[in-house]
């Protein structure tokens, strides 16, 4: 079983498009979050999630919004779509905002701008 | 800011060389310390990690690592690597105490290479 899956895998898209990414985890946890790892291969926070409230908001521009519909599911909405969005985009989760929690990743989703 | 550095960006070693790959980070606080690993086509996994307490951790695949709190390190050493080793190996840092929030500050990663 995938304990955290993220679909699509890979998102071809046009600027000025607006496109969602979903994240969905079956470990129970109560924590989500959603990195961004850039072509330098940096891997950087955007948000965070705790039993869908906000904890982590890491100056993103207002083009990306984050939605929890409920505790298991983190989805990743980008409006507006620019080429320096082009990454690849990590969801995890943990048990709690501890960070002696370990954080579980999902597979990634390679967004590619054109 | 709080930042993560690690210094080697690509390394090429043969089976049984031994490895260490070297981790620095910025923040005068109290941290938690990981090492993620990402085989080719696998998700990010959690290799070892370092709270509190003996400052030399043990992980995962033979891997340990040591926490130096003077030299801001944690670098990562493994005395005989596999093959199977191949793959990108991420420094973490995560503030402690009140500024616990489970964020996680990567480093840029270094691609390990290890021929048969």
């Known amino acids: 079983d995938t304990a955290v899956s993220q679909t699509p895998k890979y998102l071809v898209t046009q600027m000025g498009n607006d496109k969602s990414i979903k994240c969905e985890q079956n470990l129970g946890h109560d924590t989500m979050y959603w990195y961004k790892q850039d072509s330098k291969k940096f891997l950087k926070i955007m948000f965070s999630y705790n039993n869908k409230e906000l904890i982590i908001n890491e100056t993103v521009p207002n083009r990306f919004s984050p939605k929890s519909p409920d505790k298991a599911h983190l989805n990743l909405h980008i409006n507006s779509l620019e080429l320096g969005d082009s990454a690849v985009y990590f969801c995890?989760?943990?048990?709690?905002?501890?960070?002696?929690?370990?954080?579980?990743f999902g597979p990634g989703t390679r967004l590619t701008v054109l | 800011a709080q930042s993560v550095s690690q210094h080697n960006h690509h390394v090429i070693l043969s089976e049984a060389a031994s490895l260490e790959l070297g981790c620095n980070y910025s923040y005068g606080g109290t941290v938690n310390l990981f090492w993620y690993v990402q085989y080719p086509g696998q998700h990010l996994q959690l290799l070892l990690k370092?709270?509190?307490?003996?400052?030399l951790v043990k992980g995962i695949k033979g891997f340990e690592a040591e926490f130096i709190k003077s030299k801001f390190s944690f670098n990562l050493r493994k005395p005989s690597v596999q093959w199977s080793d191949t793959a990108e190996y991420f420094c973490?840092?995560?503030?402690?105490?009140?500024?616990?929030?489970?964020?996680?500050?990567f480093g840029q990663g270094t691609t390990l290479q290890v021929k048969p």
């Open positions: 973490a840092v995560s503030p402690g105490g009140s500024s616990n929030t489970g964020k996680l500050i």
């Open positions: 995890a989760s943990s048990y709690g905002t501890s960070a002696n929690n370990e954080q579980f």
């Open positions: 370092y709270f509190s307490g003996d400052p």
